[in-house]
């Protein structure tokens, strides 16, 4: 008798590796420009586009209506294609924050075309990421209040989001970063600039390679927000060779831009660190795994995740939750604290993260009632009561 078995879930391809061979390096001095070449062969190699040509403001806008139309199967005359970028996109007055924004909460335009046609115009797909076209482009010349040249710029869906800085192999990498810092106050938010798109900086020397938020707040703009990537034990990724066949593989990226970042109610981009990325990967395999396996109260179907103080347990707990909440099957989350202080404290953070992600529950009927409604999948502290 033949049988056929189907397995209960498989382990997915998490993006924040349990295991990863470092990449062998021959040793040998790299200057910064061997060291760009190298990447951008690299990142070709993974499937990035590569767009020598971008190599001013007028072809970004011409690759970035491409791609917007790609993505949304339009057309764009060129008056459309105009109104388009003054009544939404690339409105003057606008800065770094109201760009985050658009990205975060308002990605999505209803835009009425010429003849009448209204069409949601998306700028990135966070449903299916691989619907989104990755570009690369570098040298590209900006001037602000200065000129600058920056070094690999990422595109996706034709938007600058992202931004690699080199130094060669022996420079301190905080050079980098000082010049990531310089660009940001002299050229990257002039007038009309895409770059203030940008969400994500990249700095390497090659042997030391950090990734961190574009932010302007003043406390979360320093080195010391810089990141390793690493692997599930925190074993850290350093070599801009290993970062780049992890972080930078396109699927990772998109990721991270689109699914383990916040944009706070404070104007804050959060962007998640590895370690915080696993654990919530993992709690959404538990659950959707246990939930395949139709196992659902025993040891078995859940798990816990140890984190230290100060670690961000609230922002990994608060994404797992949302994410969660995606799933068709999952109607409420719930937050269980062991102290009132706790309790209190848990709220005011999630509503930080969003203002309306949260409902607290002052007694047994508030929590009836707050399991009544409908109309949002809410995250729940539960009753103390």
Excluded: C
């Excluded at 971008?54 to 791609?67: P, W």
Aim: glycine letters at 4%.
């Amino acid at each position: 008798m033949n049988l056929e078995t189907k397995p209960i879930a498989e382990t997915p391809n998490f993006i924040v590796l349990d295991q990863y061979e470092k990449i062998e390096q021959s040793g040998s001095y790299q200057s910064e420009n061997r060291l760009e070449a190298e990447l951008i062969a690299d990142l070709q190699n993974q499937g990035y586009e590569y767009r020598k040509d971008l190599n001013s403001q007028s072809r970004l806008l011409e690759n970035l209506r491409a791609q917007l139309q790609r993505l949304n199967d339009v057309a764009f005359s060129d008056g459309e294609w105009a109104r388009f970028l003054t009544e939404y996109l690339d409105r003057p007055a606008e800065n770094i924050t109201d760009k985050t924004r658009k990205i975060h909460d308002d990605h999505i335009y209803d835009f009425a075309f010429d003849d009448g046609r209204l069409k949601n115009i998306y700028l990135l797909d966070k449903k299916n990421l691989a619907r989104n076209h990755v570009q690369l482009i570098n040298q590209f010349e900006q001037t602000g209040t200065h000129a600058n040249r920056y070094d690999v710029t990422v595109l996706v869906n034709g938007l600058p989001l992202v931004q690699i800085e080199l130094k060669k192999r022996g420079v301190a990498v905080r050079e980098a970063f000082n010049q990531v810092h310089r660009y940001s106050k002299e050229s990257f938010n002039s007038g009309n600039s895409l770059f203030k798109f940008l969400q994500i900086f990249v700095i390497s020397n090659g042997t030391d390679t950090r990734y961190f938020a574009n932010t302007t707040k003043r406390d979360k703009n320093s080195f010391d927000f810089t990141m390793n990537w690493a692997r599930s034990d925190n074993h850290p990724i350093k070599d801009l060779k290993d970062f780049t066949a992890t972080f930078l593989q396109k699927s990772v990226l998109l990721s991270v831009l689109l699914h383990y970042s916040v944009f706070d109610a404070n104007d804050t981009l959060l962007i998640m660190r590895p370690y915080q990325i696993a654990a919530a990967e993992r709690i959404l395999w538990k659950i959707n795994s246990s939930a395949q396996a139709k196992n659902w109260s025993g040891p078995e179907s859940g798990g816990y995740v140890w984190h230290t103080t100060g670690s961000g347990k609230t922002l990994t707990g608060f994404k797992a939750a949302r994410l969660a909440t995606e799933s068709a099957f999952i109607d409420k989350v719930f937050f269980v604290v062991d102290r009132k202080d706790l309790d209190y404290q848990t709220m005011k953070e999630y509503q930080r993260f969003s203002p309306d992600s949260v409902n607290g529950s002052e007694s047994t009927a508030g929590l009836k009632r707050n399991l009544e409604k409908t109309t949002t999948k809410s995250s729940l502290p539960p009753s103390k009561s």
